[in-house]
């Protein structure tokens, strides 16, 4: 871990001068680092992963840090121990604090016990003590016994005017975080690619994820996600790989990459087993294909990503209508939120350090703001941002048709949006199962790129290379 990479220590200084000038006068921020996780016991640990805004301002990538930066002055201390012989024996020599602080641009450290001193001498002063929301249960203990009080008060403590400045300064990627996001992508291609020509009748699931999994380790990368590699594909993240492909099946591939620096990728696929799709595979891939095409084409800056979902979802309807699924007015179809009987999600997220980038930081902050407040509706509540672009975000976007047996089941006793969902022709697609493509897009100052080595896509494409082998 202490050889990890990283950007220039002047990237880290710049990064957490520009937060403390956010926040200036406003005290203290508490920027926790992880901590090592057992699995089930204390010496079998699962692969460390830092925290990301961690990550951001201080580069580190090993357990038990704390960074501390300090608000009035800009100032910012390292928070950690020095290995001792113990440690030693595990991991074999490595830096002391202060060497690897030094490549992050940090000159102060000091041992963790002196944390406690310098939150009580800050509580004394009156001065505010800010910290993001904590999404691990030793995050939380650490931070009660610092500020001597309750898990629960942690929670509800997290510091709102930090959340904001870290969210608007984490959403603009630079070009070296576009080019770590690429490196990661490069791997993805080549996963993506290996699923395609490994996907026929007769396997398991698991036999293709595994597969994925062991391209990954074999170049000392991991999963930035759990593999979503399902013949279910109306299920939108599966929890096991154990079916058994046959002919006339087809697998939504939702596979993506953490790169070195913890840059995630997140790329979906919808293979036909078989090596070709039947005609209303064909059909139900090329209207979600058009859908993802029409929504990237208006992608820009000031544009919002609630009209660009909405775009794609009126896309899918107008689709669906000549297929007998759908009847009438395809705006009032979205409006009225009878879409979303194949389009339960959103569109797309954020994504950077995480694959739902921030998303621990709370979805109210990352994407939406005092200008776009989430729709109450079935479907649309579901979309992760709503609010306008900005150069530098990176987007998924990932539309998809879900046919969900049960909710055509209730929906229909309903008699819901009766005028609108021709009820007859959906029984019939009940076994359609699930489609989703997914490609992540940068926006530009005039408009937007997807990111990354194309991956085949079309019809075409995917049952040229799915040929092979």
Not at 33 to 43: F, K, T, V
Not at 163 to 176: G, L, P
């Amino acid at each position: 871990m202490s050889n990890a990479p990283l950007f220039s220590a002047e990237t880290y200084q710049q990064r957490r001068q520009q937060l403390a000038s956010q926040l200036q006068g406003q005290g203290i921020a508490l920027i926790m680092g992880n901590i090592d996780s057992p699995m089930n016991y204390l010496h079998n640990i699962y692969p460390f992963r830092q925290d990301s805004c961690f990550s951001y301002y201080f580069g580190l990538q090993a357990p038990d840090l704390v960074g501390v930066i300090d608000l009035d002055t800009g100032n910012s201390t390292m928070f950690g121990d020095d290995p001792n012989l113990d440690a030693v024996v595990w991991t074999g020599p490595l830096p002391v604090l202060a060497t690897r602080s030094a490549r992050a641009g940090i000159t102060a450290t000091a041992t963790l016990s002196a944390l406690c001193d310098v939150v009580n001498q800050a509580k004394a002063q009156g001065r505010s003590i800010h910290y993001l929301p904590p999404y691990r249960g030793e995050t939380v203990i650490t931070l009660a016994d610092l500020l001597g009080t309750t898990p629960a008060a942690i929670k509800a403590g997290a510091s709102v005017p930090l959340i904001k400045a870290v969210v608007a300064q984490r959403e603009i990627k630079s070009a070296d975080e576009i080019s770590e996001m690429t490196a990661a992508l490069e791997i993805t291609a080549q996963v993506h690619e290996l699923a395609m020509r490994l996907t026929k009748p007769g396997r398991f699931e698991y036999e293709i994820v595994g597969a994925m999994e062991g391209l990954l380790r074999s170049h000392d990368l991991q999963l930035a996600y759990p593999s979503i590699f399902s013949k279910r594909g109306e299920v939108l993240h599966n929890g096991s790989h154990l079916n058994q492909l046959q002919d006339g099946d087809w697998v939504v591939n939702d596979t993506g990459t953490n790169s070195r620096m913890n840059y995630a990728s997140d790329i979906t696929r919808t293979l036909p087993v078989s090596g070709q799709f039947t005609e209303r595979q064909k059909a139900l891939y090329n209207i979600t294909l058009d859908a993802q095409l029409a929504a990237i084409a208006m992608m820009k800056p000031g544009v919002t990503n609630l009209a660009v979902h909405k775009h794609a979802c009126q896309k899918l309807v107008e689709g669906l209508i000549p297929l007998g699924l759908f009847k009438g007015d395809p705006a009032e179809i979205v409006d009225s939120g009878a879409y979303a009987l194949v389009f339960q999600c959103g569109l797309g997220h954020q994504i950077g350090m995480d694959v739902h980038d921030m998303e621990n930081l709370g979805e109210a902050y990352v994407g939406y703001d005092e200008h776009n407040a989430r729709s109450t509706l079935f479907g649309m509540r579901n979309l992760r941002m709503g609010k306008a672009y900005k150069t530098g975000m990176v987007m998924t976007v990932e539309p998809g048709l879900y046919f969900i047996p049960q909710q055509i089941d209730m929906w229909a006793a309903e008699n819901r949006h009766a005028h609108l969902i021709n009820y007859d022709t959906f029984q019939q697609y009940k076994d359609a199962g699930g489609v989703r493509i997914e490609d992540e897009v940068l926006i530009t100052d005039t408009g937007c790129r997807v990111i990354g080595k194309p991956i085949p896509k079309t019809v075409d494409e995917v049952e040229a290379l799915m040929g092979i082998g």
